[in-house]
């Protein structure tokens, strides 16, 4: 080792060094981010353009809330000053949606769009009534009607979902050469559609695009952050880079692959939703039934079958450290990716969490996996044994999922941990097992807490340049404090060779 490896071999396996270091990153990042907040104008509330003052407007909120509060909401359209026929409609809308099997305020909504003119918002009210009960032919059909009487984005968007919803292609294709609905016919448009009509090949064609479509740069360079520290413990741990160039260019190729696995995967839960109508919604055997079969079964097979063009090379290697991670770069890919998604759906406050857990969680399912089949090929243990620990990882991913997402054990939450840190002992298990003793210039607890600071500290600053330090605070906060013990664990398991 020269001078500067030296410093860094004994500064990154002190203690006092990374909590110094990892302070340091974190507090120049909160000085940064409340500099930075200075210079945003965080939007608190509804948009101007959002502001609700219309009576169809107020219909539409009412169909999106729960049964049970339609009444209060209805006090308070009462004293709204709207007309007595809408404030009718309100009060047929909300006796249709209390009792369903009632008929009769679908017969009266119905008396008010015979009306000359028909009364405004009766045909969206119908509509919605429709939607309601599923009928979802009769309900594009008013909507369509009520936009001709008042034309207005929302109710052409409604009949469009609700004409796709139907199958009605017929009437699709109608107003598709109707220039008021030509702008619905975008890149989300198709994909629904095709979608619709099981056009697989059209699926597969513009899945990608519409995938990426949303997605925002600021949320792919996070997730990659994260992805980032975890690639560079895999080359630290797996030891390619002492090994040959050959072992390096696998690892590289199979996180690459894990992005396609991704997109398999995507592509696979929309087949499974709507041909096999598992989608996660219902009762609990339903939930647990996409848990185990729709996500990991799913997931891990799909996986394992991007991995599988590698395996070649790997018996060639002839190692199975190599193989470990190889495959674990394939999970690594397959979360880095899978992150893009959750980050846009639900905000970069995840990241930090998601990038210590979900990275590491699909690592250690594809690596164990991965390794199991190689060890099968070289007869170094049964095959039976490979479908021993496919079978064990696939429950595992199902019952995790599923203590994390089925509202009925939300308040086993908690045991997700507990399945997490399993997993990840016997992962580090099979390192120690496999790994030759050598001297690595920075340490593995070195690469990780300094990087997973950096990560954190990186968001903070995007969230209170975007939102402010408070709430910067708050989603950081109690998201790194949720984790506290998965910081532990590692802090354990990142055993130094001496």
Not at 219 to 234: D, E, K, Q, R
Request: charged share 20%; hydrophobic share 45%.
């Amino acid at each position: 080792m020269n001078k500067w490896q030296s410093w860094i071999y004994y500064r990154t396996r002190e203690d006092s060094f990374l909590y110094k270091t990892c302070f340091g990153i974190l507090l120049g990042s909160g000085l940064l981010g409340f500099i930075l907040s200075h210079f945003s104008t965080p939007q608190i509330g509804l948009p101007p353009e959002a502001t609700v003052n219309q009576p169809g407007d107020l219909l539409v909120i009412a169909s999106q809330l729960p049964s049970d509060l339609l009444p209060q909401y209805l006090e308070t359209v009462e004293q709204e000053a709207f007309t007595s026929e809408q404030k009718t409609l309100f009060r047929l809308y909300t006796e249709s949606r209390l009792n369903p099997q009632d008929n009769r305020p679908v017969e009266k909504i119905k008396t008010l769009t015979e009306n000359y003119p028909p009364v405004l918002n009766s045909f969206l009210t119908l509509g919605l009534v429709y939607e309601n009960r599923v009928e979802y032919l009769l309900a594009a059909q008013a909507f369509e009607k009520e936009n001709k009487l008042s034309p207005y984005p929302y109710l052409r968007e409604k009949a469009l979902h609700a004409y796709l919803v139907a199958k009605s292609y017929q009437d699709l294709d109608r107003l598709k050469a109707d220039e008021d609905y030509k702008a619905l016919f975008d890149l989300n448009f198709a994909y629904d559609y095709a979608v619709k009509k099981q056009d697989w090949l059209s699926v597969i064609k513009l899945q990608i695009p519409w995938d990426y479509q949303d997605y925002d740069l600021d949320h792919m360079v996070i997730s990659c952050i994260g992805g980032a520290i975890w690639l560079l413990l895999c080359f630290q741990w797996s030891q390619v880079a002492s090994e040959n160039k050959t072992q390096t260019s696998l690892l590289l190729v199979g996180v690459c692959l894990g992005f396609l696995a991704a997109q398999i995967s995507l592509l696979t839960h929309t087949w499974q939703t709507e041909v096999l109508g598992l989608n996660g919604s219902g009762d609990l055997p339903s939930s647990l039934v996409y848990s185990f079969a729709g996500i990991g079964l799913r997931e891990e097979l799909i996986k394992l079958l991007c991995f599988l063009p590698l395996l070649a090379f790997l018996l060639r290697e002839q190692r199975q450290l190599t193989t470990l991670f190889v495959a674990a770069g394939v999970g690594l890919g397959f979360a880095i990716e899978e992150n893009f998604r959750y980050f846009s759906d639900l905000g970069t406050g995840t990241s930090a969490q998601r990038s210590l857990m979900s990275n590491f969680f699909h690592m250690t399912t594809t690596g164990l996996v991965g390794l199991s089949l190689y060890r099968a090929q070289k007869r170094i243990h049964s095959l039976d044994h490979f479908f021993y620990v496919l079978t064990s990882v696939i429950l595992v991913h199902g019952l995790y999922d599923s203590l994390l997402s089925v509202p009925e054990f939300a308040e086993f939450s908690m045991i997700s941990a507990t399945v997490f840190i399993f997993l990840s002992f016997y992962f580090f298990s099979e390192i120690h097992d496999l790994r030759e003793q050598r001297r690595d210039v920075l340490a593995f607890k070195g690469s990780f807490f300094i990087g997973f600071s950096l990560l954190v500290g990186i968001t903070f600053i995007w969230l209170a340049w975007k939102s402010g330090v408070h709430k910067a605070f708050l989603i950081l906060g109690s998201s790194i404090l949720s984790s506290g013990i998965i910081l532990l664990m590692f802090a354990r398991e990142f055993k130094e060779d001496s």
